[in-house]
């Protein structure tokens, strides 16, 4: 308990600068960037290829057609493919595939909550106090991109990268700007860097 003087209609400074500090913090902690990890063959060199391609039926399309997911990876994917100076071919050195998935996960923040006393302190003393803390619990949706570079002819995986980051409202309502990014951070990691600069086609406002 925290006493602030004794009379009831006393100003509080101190209280709006602790709420904003803690909306402030919890704003910081929730804009974070997706993770990303990688892994190699060892025995496999990313650079020996030259060619690359996608499988026939991607593992974002459950359905016996093309979904908008996929068309959207396809397209990022081959962004980052040329500009690594790999060449689309038929019959590929390297053949492509990605999976999505999402989980809901409860996450606990601290928030504010503020309580409100009388009572005594100090020495023939009474007084109104204020005490702050609490927390914030809510349900999350994290999603994972996974791309696998495939060896065609071994049949044998050369490199994967998997993007894990939470799924926002913008990002379910407009999946494509958020693909182009997952992808392009993914990439970013890939073995071979870019020999020119990969840049996602410019959209309109809606």
């Known amino acids: 308990m925290i006493p602030v003087h004794r009379l009831a209609g006393a100003r509080r400074p101190w209280l709006p600068v602790a709420l904003a500090a803690s909306a402030a913090l919890f704003l910081a902690a929730c804009q974070t960037r997706p993770e990303i990890r990688t892994q190699s063959a060892p025995e496999l060199n990313a650079l020996q290829y030259r060619t690359f391609g996608f499988v026939d039926h991607p593992d974002t399309d459950t359905e016996k057609y093309t979904t908008l997911v996929t068309r ?8 980052e493919m040329l ?14 595939n990605f999976r999505v998935a999402s989980k809901d996960k ?30 914030d619990v809510r349900t999350v949706t994290e999603g994972s991109l996974t791309i696998d570079v495939v060896d065609r002819r071994k049949n044998e995986l050369v490199w994967q990268g ?3 980051g939470r799924l926002t409202k913008k990002a379910l309502d407009q999946p494509q700007p958020a693909i182009d990014d997952a992808v392009g951070a993914i990439f970013a990691k ?12 410019t959209r309109g406002t809606q």
Do not use: F
């Open 72 to 79: 959207y990876l396809k397209d990022a994917v081959t962004r």
């Open 83 to 96: 500009a690594r100076g790999y060449t689309e071919s038929a019959e590929p050195d390297l053949l492509i």
């Open 106 to 135: 409860i996450e606990s923040y601290p928030g504010p909550a503020v309580g409100v006393g009388y009572g005594r302190w100090g020495w023939r003393n009474w007084g109104w106090g204020v005490g702050y803390g609490g927390s």
């Open 162 to 164: 998997v993007a894990q």
């Open 190 to 201: 890939y073995p071979k860097e870019a020999r020119v600069a990969s840049v996602a086609p």
